[in-house]
């Protein structure tokens, strides 16, 4: 777990492109979650996303072991295999198979069938697949700082373990996560993952077009969205804003709000939500999201989302925070760490203690803050 984050380098949009360079990100930001926590890490659940990442969905059927009895874990393991075989293309890797639905002698919206009676069990599943040699990339620069994989997790189903809430994927609801280079996302209908994909497009593309827009270098445009994030939380609401502080290497002392606002990043948002929209529309489920969108991720904080959200979708949003956590400072409860939270919680549902394996999880979530 590293909660201070490094800069990102060697990955644009959800892949690797620069091996060496992912790797020396990695073992810095590794060295300075084991100063902070006081442990050796040596295990890890990784989140990947981007636009290698596929889904479909796929039936399973089996009979029942033992008929006679009862539905037991073994029958579930065994529909869920059959969902899975399937024929999938050699450059392709399955990281996820979701059981969305059970169906028990004909009788379907079952969602845990163990030591129930019946002859035949079916099982509607949700397969996340992602593009086998980026895993492989990951896994090299893993293995090079001597880290073991325990398992590769979508990022959007990561984020939405740790935004969504249990009434929100019942109803219906989509998990929008904008990142910098990508924007993942995932549909629940009645309580389970239907759809996910992801995007090649999200907030690195509005810092691209501030520095177009005006006329400053990429490290400027950064500086100056991040702040005007930051103007929107404080409830700025003027529209010449002195930026001199910020010490840009260009000499930019004040901007227009409006200009910037309107007239740069508000294309830009309406074209990512666009392409939110084609991806519901896509999916076959946008008449089945009453609860509307959740937005996380870094990209969630930039000025303007929600309303222009609102009006491209016609749909309800809100900005995504982590709120299953405890322990953790308010800088942490923020949208860019809900991927991050989304994997701790995903860790302490699917780790099994051992006395080889991790310790106890609840004990570790319970103390964990920035100062141990």
């Given amino acids: 777990m590293c909660i201070r984050d490094s800069n990102s380098k060697g990955v644009k949009k959800g892949l690797i492109v ?25 295990k890890a659940y990784v989140s990947v996303g981007g636009p290698h990442i596929s ?8 009979a029942v072991a033992n008929p006679q009895g009862e539905i037991s874990q073994e029958d579930i393991d065994r529909v869920v295999d059959a969902a899975r075989a399937i024929s999938l293309s050699s450059t392709r890797e399955i990281i996820e198979v979701l059981p969305r639905d059970y169906i028990v002698d004909g009788q379907p919206g079952i969602k845990n069938p163990i030591g129930m009676s019946g002859v035949r069990l079916e099982v509607d599943t949700h397969i996340i697949t992602a593009s086998q040699t980026n895993m492989k990339n990951i896994n090299r620069s893993l293995n090079d700082l001597g880290i073991e994989n325990l398992g590769f997790i979508f990022s959007g189903l990561a984020s939405a373990e740790a935004v969504l809430t249990e009434t929100e994927k019942e109803l219906g609801v989509v998990l929008v996560d904008i990142g910098g280079g990508k924007t993942d996302i995932c549909i629940y209908v009645e309580g389970s993952l239907a759809y996910s994909s992801s995007l090649p497009v999200g907030a690195k593309n509005i810092t691209n077009d501030i520095a177009v827009g005006l006329r400053i270098s990429l490290d400027s445009a950064e500086k100056v969205k991040l702040y005007l994030n930051r103007a929107e939380k404080n409830k700025k609401k003027i529209d010449e804003i002195n930026i001199s502080h910020l010490n840009l290497p260009e000499n930019l002392a004040v901007i227009s709000q409006k200009t910037l606002v309107d007239g740069i990043m508000s294309p830009r948002l309406e074209e990512i939500f666009k392409l939110i929209f084609d991806e519901i529309e896509k999916s076959g489920f946008g008449a089945s999201v009453p609860s509307g969108l959740v937005i996380t991720g870094g990209g969630a904080l930039t000025q303007g989302m929600v309303e222009v959200g609102k009006k491209v979708l016609g749909l309800p949003i809100r900005v995504g925070v982590p709120e299953k956590v405890t322990g953790l400072v308010d800088e942490i409860l923020s949208p860019p760490f809900a991927t991050l939270i989304g994997l701790i919680l995903y860790g302490k549902k699917n780790t099994i203690s051992k006395e080889s394996g991790f310790k106890n999880f609840n004990k570790i979530l319970k103390d964990f803050s920035l100062d141990n």
């Avoid at 992912?22 to 926590?37: H, N, Q």
């Avoid at 889904?55 to 089996?62: E, K, L, M, P, Q």
């Fill in 18 to 42: 620069d091996i060496d360079q992912a790797t020396l990100a990695i073992e810095e930001s590794v060295e300075k979650a084991e100063r902070m926590s006081g442990h050796k890490i040596n």
């Fill in 55 to 62: 889904s479909f969905n796929s039936h399973g059927i089996v």
